[in-house]
């Protein structure tokens, strides 16, 4: 049987589905009371990658369009 971390870990995980997990973070956080700015970051980062049509794109390619051009 497959380990299930090591399958995890190499899945390629598109934006737009990361984005809509932030979603729900935040809104969690929001309900909680609780103040989770680098979550904040993060959702701004999939979603400001979902507008860019980087929605298909994994984590690497996110990565690479936050810190921008070497």
């Not at 959702?43 to 810190?67: K, V």
């Amino acid at each position: 049987m497959a380990d299930p971390v090591v399958s995890f870990v190499g899945a390629r995980v598109r934006a737009g589905a990361r984005a809509r997990d932030a979603d729900l973070v935040a809104e969690a956080a929001t309900a909680a009371n609780l103040d989770l700015r680098l979550a904040e970051a993060v959702h701004d980062w999939f979603a400001d990658a979902e507008a860019a049509d980087w929605g298909e794109r994994d984590y690497s390619a996110i990565i690479a369009r936050i810190l921008g051009p070497r």
